[in-house]
């Protein structure tokens, strides 16, 4: 048997444990989320009556324009706890708009502090090292090392890698990929003794086109193996492109992979949010994707902004008992916010409305 089918089977003879369903803590015979306890993480339960299965943080948005002085906004942004608070690498984009990354601690995942001095990665090659711009950060601990990918500038975007285990010292490494690329999201362990990392290559430019790829490593540094996961295309929601969002979620029932999908119309892209179920041993092997989207913009912070009609999530936050989740979205390219969901209630949401491509 291997690792993950006997965690599996030990969990569901192990548990019942405390479930909190929208608030109400209800006993249950199963945990779905295979991970740690996140009691502190930020949370509201689902307003009355609402029957979406993601729902708005009351206090949205959590970083507002003009957020630190050198910047206009922050947004697309990565959060992990950390030392029993949390911690984040955040996309600044800066008065010249052009966009770098900054560290930024947090109490309660809500009201951050954030350094004024954007990060500045060590790295052994100066051809590596520079740095040009860099965006759309995601923060993957894997075995005691905090992992950050982005999009960063190298002839182009692609993927660049950088760890750290103490948030003070950033050590840059190899571009995972050739530009063009963007969308890196490393799974939270090996699978069958490899990292993975999924990616979306892409064009220079505003991509009109994009489908979700899966590469593997032996090291971290060498990316190979590369698969097909999922393309765009089918419902109009995610018929332009897709790219994943935050690091996969381990569960019983896959691996949950929340993405953006992207329509195109005669006003320019539209941005919504679905997510999706993949093999916990076949990553690449799709079980369940959404036909429909599950977020879209429509409140203001969404919909007006540096970029109108944008909501890209980038992170997510989980407490495994209780099957909360926090995903933490860009909105309008301009906005940091927060929407919670319950992963019982998405999983059940997802099998429901499915159509793999
Ligand atoms: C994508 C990326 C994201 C951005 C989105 C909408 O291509 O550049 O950073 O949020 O476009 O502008």
Redesign the pocket.
């Known amino acids: 048997m291997n690792v993950s089918l006997f965690t599996k089977s030990l969990l569901k003879i192990l548990l019942p444990t405390l479930n909190r369903k929208n608030g109400d803590v209800v006993m249950s015979t199963k945990q779905t989320v295979i991970g740690e306890a996140l009691p502190n993480m930020p949370w509201e339960n689902k307003p009355v009556g609402y029957t979406e299965v993601l729902w708005r943080y009351s206090g949205n948005p959590v970083i507002d324009i003009n957020p630190i002085p050198c910047a206009q906004s922050i947004?697309?942004s990565a959060v992990v706890p950390y030392e029993g608070a949390f911690v984040g690498v955040f996309?600044v984009d800066y008065k010249s708009y052009m966009p770098f990354l900054h560290f930024g601690k947090s109490q309660d995942g809500l009201n951050w502090e954030l350094e004024h001095d954007r990060i500045q990665f060590i790295s052994d090659d100066p051809e590596i090292a520079e740095m040009i711009y860099a965006?759309?950060p995601r923060l993957c601990k894997i075995e005691e090392i905090y992992y950050i990918t982005w999009?960063n500038c190298y002839h182009g975007p692609t993927i660049g890698v950088a760890r750290t285990t103490d948030f003070k010292k950033f050590y840059q490494m190899e571009n995972a990929y050739l530009p063009f690329n963007?969308n890196g999201v490393l799974f939270p362990r090996k699978i069958n003794g490899k990292y993975y990392m999924l990616n979306r290559p892409s064009d220079n430019g505003?991509?009109p086109f994009g489908d979700i790829f899966i590469s593997e490593s032996p090291d971290m540094i060498h990316w190979g193996k590369h698969r097909f996961v999922m393309g765009a295309g089918g419902q109009w929601w995610q018929a332009t492109k897709i790219g994943a969002g935050p690091i996969p979620i381990e569960t019983t029932e896959g691996w949950l992979m929340i993405y953006h999908g992207v329509l195109n119309t005669c006003n320019g892209?539209v941005?919504n949010i679905g997510a999706a179920l993949l093999d916990i041993d076949k990553p690449w092997k799709v079980l369940y994707r959404t036909n429909r989207y599950l977020l879209n913009p429509e409140k203001l912070y969404e919909t007006t902004g540096k970029?109108p009609n944008?909501v890209?999530p980038c992170a997510a936050l989980c407490d495994a008992p209780s099957g909360r989740i926090a995903i933490y979205y860009?909105g309008a390219?301009t906005y940091t916010c927060i929407a919670y969901t319950q992963v019982d209630e998405l999983i059940d949401c997802i099998k429901a409305n499915s159509d793999v491509l």
Do not use: E, K
Request: aromatic share 32%; glycine share 6%.
């Open positions: 947004y697309n996309r965006y759309d999009c963007r505003h991509t892209f941005y970029v944008v890209f860009g390219d």
